[in-house]
């Protein structure tokens, strides 16, 4: 609705949940309204559909959480994320032992975790340097060894 009429486009909630709403806010409402009150048990018709204070602020924390939770749409590593990160990915690792001055090949190198040393995606530019320190099988390789 928003593309089709260029207008902001919100949500007219009656329901008695926080579901509906968040939703909304998902799908990119930017306004919701709700009944409030003070109490469902007072009188009046509109009571029984009515928010009350502690709902409405855990349907605004909600639909916030909804909107950080979209993101911004650039792609970025979370500061939370990065321990995981570096175990999640590889690493160069020699599949030999690999003495100084040797002229190093495709067949002598692998990939595994942890992802501490050089990524596997710079393979290209490891072959053909020369170890400038003796390498171990199975030892992750940093650019300092190369």
């Known amino acids: 609705m928003a593309s089709s009429f ?4 919100g949500l007219s909630d009656h329901t008695t949940d926080n579901l509906s709403g968040t939703v909304a806010a998902l799908l990119g409402a ?3 309204e709700k009944h409030f009150t003070l109490d469902r048990n007072l009188s009046g018709a509109d009571q029984g559909i009515s ?13 916030v959480n909804v909107q950080t939770l979209l993101g911004d749409g650039i792609k970025k590593v979370q500061s939370s994320e990065e321990p995981v990160k570096r175990s999640a ?12 001055g040797t002229t190093l090949t495709e067949e002598m190198i692998s990939s595994k ?28 390789i940093t650019w300092d060894m190369v």
């Open 30 to 32: 930017v306004m919701i």
């Open 89 to 100: 990915r590889r690493s160069l690792i020699a599949r030999v032992d690999i003495e100084p």
């Open 113 to 140: 975790r942890p992802g501490t040393g050089i990524p596997p995606a710079d393979l290209e530019r490891v072959i053909g340097q020369t170890a400038k320190l003796k390498i171990l099988a199975e030892q992750i």
């Open 6 to 9: 260029k207008v902001p486009v």
């Open 51 to 63: 928010m009350e204070p502690a709902g409405l602020v855990t349907l605004k924390e909600a639909t």
